[in-house]
């Protein structure tokens, strides 16, 4: 089993950048595919990027290509998603999570994550 606890969400103004950090307990963290959501208020929650259980694969959904970015550091125990360019509709609350795969793959279905984080709201102002 493994607790997620999500940090690094805040106000910020449309254009700038945040750093979200997620870091799990437990000593298996390597072996877990890690992925960050996000709920707007009113809305579905919605993969918003996602990466493998050793960071070689990684997915984007269409809403932060080419302006997030997933990462993690196995040694801390933490998956990051660093967001650049932020927009209004960006603003939601930020869920990570996590799933132990069969493979080193990415999982993209929300349904198959196990364990989630308490969230972290990020609010950009336009």
């Known amino acids: 089993q493994v607790q997620l606890v999500e940090s690094g969400g805040g106000l910020v103004q449309a254009g700038g950048s945040l750093r979200l950090s997620c870091a799990a307990s437990?000593?298996?963290?390597?072996?877990?595919?890690m992925g960050w959501f996000r709920q707007a208020p009113g809305k579905e929650r919605e993969l918003v990027a996602a990466?493998?259980?050793?960071?070689?694969?990684?997915y984007y959904a269409d809403s932060g290509k080419g302006r997030f970015t997933i990462s993690r550091d196995n040694a801390k125990n933490t998956v990051y998603l660093q967001m650049n360019s932020l927009k209004a509709e960006d603003t939601a609350v930020y869920y990570c999570?996590?799933?132990?795969?069969?493979?080193?793959?990415?999982?993209?279905?929300?349904?198959?994550?196990?364990?989630w984080g308490q969230g972290t709201q990020v609010t950009v102002s336009s």
């Open positions: 990466t493998s259980c050793i960071g070689g694969n990684t």
């Open positions: 999570a996590a799933v132990w795969p069969p493979n080193s793959i990415v999982v993209v279905t929300q349904t198959a994550y196990d364990y």
């Open positions: 437990g000593r298996t963290f390597s072996r877990y595919a």
